[in-house]
T-cell receptor
């Protein structure tokens, strides 16, 4: 299995609070991605990174920001969490930009 | 129209059965194709890439028809452990992956 960890694995937070999710890899892969998965929508790309300090938006980026200050870490921040951001968040990594390997996921509940 | 469409199932089959999943995609410029497997409450895992000539990995066979923009996955001799959701994935604009919503398979004893 690819060396990807996510933290926290579960989180319950209140509407309006900031939340940061962390993805850590030990594979030295260039590309990192954040997805959310919701019933009826499948996996949707939030943001991705193609190198340190190089990031870009995905299809559902509103309300989210990211940062990548080191190759191994990719952070996803919800500046002010809303109930619509209750979801399962997956981080993925890729060395060649196509085949992606996923972390174990973070279950986030916004109350 | 969704970019990647799959029959959501569920497909309920007995052990030992052969089952086929189909997937269609809308972007004729897509270059790479994959099948992922996702167990309940777990992360998606890459099952196999799909090549133009078709490819096989043990009991699993993947086919690609570019002209029809159609991908298939055949599972022979189904095992209980094959029960999962199977995700069809294609590359979209800029090489980003586009995921289908998945087809659920349940293999019964």
């Amino acid at each position: 299995d690819a060396g990807i960890t996510q933290s926290p694995r579960h989180k319950v937070t209140e509407t309006g609070t900031p939340v940061t999710l962390r993805c850590h890899q030990t594979e030295n892969h260039r590309y990192m991605y954040w997805y959310r998965q919701d019933p009826g929508h499948g996996l949707r790309l939030i943001h991705y990174s193609y190198g340190v300090k190089d990031t870009d938006k995905g299809e559902v980026s509103d309300g989210y920001s990211v940062s990548r200050s080191k190759t191994e870490d990719f952070l996803l921040t919800l500046e002010s969490a809303t109930s619509s951001q209750t979801s399962v968040y997956f981080c993925a990594i890729s060395g060649d930009r196509y085949e992606q390997y996923f972390g174990p996921g973070t279950r986030l509940t916004v109350t | 129209r969704k970019e990647v469409e799959q029959d959501p199932g569920p497909f309920n089959v007995p052990e030992g059965a052969t089952v086929a999943f189909n997937c269609t995609y809308s972007n004729s410029a897509s270059q790479s194709f994959f099948w992922y497997r996702q167990d309940c409450r777990k992360e998606p895992k890459l099952l196999m890439s799909v090549y133009s000539s078709g490819n096989e990995d043990g009991r699993f066979t993947a086919q690609l028809n570019r002209a029809s923009q159609y991908i298939s996955l055949l599972i022979r001799d189904s095992k209980l452990s094959d029960s999962a959701t199977y995700l069809c994935v294609v590359t979209g604009q800029g090489g980003k992956l586009i995921f289908g919503q998945g087809t659920e398979l349940s293999v019964k004893p």
